[in-house]
């Protein structure tokens, strides 16, 4: 079975590039170094975590999936093909754009787009934030973890865990207080200890992503992003709060790509090899009310 190390980057489209420099920079306090026809934003030593390009649409692209070396590159590939699913080699171009030594592109059974990369070869320049962030949680965690529309959900989630080797964190039935169809939401976990790399949810979304995450080292940078999101009048999407399942404390945004971006301190990092799959019944301990997102 292939095995994924990490959410190494994403990739998202944006018709405004100055709008997402602009948030990179003062929201997020990430670097927004341009990269030919877009942005490589910047929150560690790597070249980019973040690929924003110009297009004609607000809208997330890809998720960047990295393996340990050529042998798991080639283990994925394969178990992706055998699995019935088209791989598609990157060429030049798009390996010297990501900074990898190779790149495979694939789709999964909801329509999501993914880039498989082994060999990170960009730069090691430090992190600098414009506005004094002192650094994220990245290294062999990855940037975050990401939350894609997965529809249909158990042809989706089975080729993650059962073709390239994700294991379940957590499961979650959401139920609309409404009386409507419950929605499912399955958290993923690759080989790298954080609690989720990415989640499934049995829902559409027209911008390919629910949110991304990206997470601080202490609760004071939550807090002073949360300040820098009111002070430039980004809409905010979930209030402050803590996930009953990974513990993360923080809030959700919207980024100029009309995706979320959860903004979090304190993640659980779990034993992937040993991890149970709990099955919370509430999305968080306290906070978190997603109801703003729906106001004007």
């Known amino acids: 079975m292939a095995?994924?190390?990490?959410?190494?980057y994403i990739v998202a489209e944006t018709t405004d590039l100055e709008r997402w420099r602009s948030y990179a920079e003062?929201?997020?306090?990430?670097q927004a170094l341009d990269d030919g026809d877009g942005l490589a934003i910047k929150m560690d030593e790597r070249d980019f975590r973040m690929s924003v390009r110009s297009g004609e649409a607000d809208r997330y692209l890809a998720s960047g999936w990295q393996v340990e070396d050529a042998a798991a590159f080639e283990a994925a590939k394969e178990a992706l093909?055998?699995?019935?699913v088209t791989v598609t080699p990157g060429d030049d171009s798009l390996k010297k754009a990501r900074?990898?030594?190779?790149?495979?592109?694939?789709?999964?059974?909801?329509?999501?787009?993914?880039?498989?990369?082994?060999?990170?070869?960009?730069?090691?320049?430090?992190?600098?934030?414009?506005?004094g962030v002192p650094g994220f949680k990245t290294g062999i965690y990855g940037m975050g973890h990401t939350v894609l529309p997965a529809l249909p959900f158990d042809e989706t989630r089975a080729l993650f865990v059962d073709t390239l080797g994700f294991g379940a964190s957590d499961e979650f039935k959401f139920e609309p207080p409404d009386g409507s169809p419950g929605m499912r939401i399955h958290f993923l976990h690759c080989i790298n200890g954080r609690h989720h790399s990415l989640a499934l949810a049995e829902m559409p979304n027209p911008a390919g992503c629910v949110h991304i995450m990206v997470?601080?080292?202490?609760?004071t940078e939550v807090g002073r992003a949360h300040d820098r999101m009111q002070q430039y009048d980004v809409k905010l999407m979930a209030t402050l709060?803590?996930?009953?399942?990974?513990?993360?404390?923080s809030f959700y945004m919207m980024t100029p790509s009309n995706f979320a971006i959860e903004f979090g301190w304190g993640g659980e990092i779990v034993d992937p090899a040993h991890h149970e799959t709990t099955h919370t019944e509430s999305v968080s301990i306290w906070g978190h009310d997603f109801s703003v997102g729906f106001q004007q």
């Not at 095995?3 to 190494?8: D, K, Y």
């Not at 003062?26 to 990430?30: N, T």
């Not at 030594?101 to 430090?126: R, V, W």
């Not at 709060?241 to 404390?249: L, V």
């Open 26 to 30: 003062q929201v997020l306090g990430m």
């Open 81 to 84: 093909t055998s699995a019935g």
């Open 99 to 131: 900074r990898v030594a190779d790149i495979a592109l694939f789709t999964d059974p909801a329509g999501n787009q993914h880039e498989l990369s082994y060999g990170y070869t960009g730069g090691a320049a430090p992190f600098v934030s414009p506005c």
């Open 241 to 249: 709060g803590q996930h009953t399942n990974d513990k993360m404390t």
């Open 215 to 219: 997470e601080v080292e202490s609760m």
């Open 3 to 8: 095995q994924i190390s990490q959410l190494a």
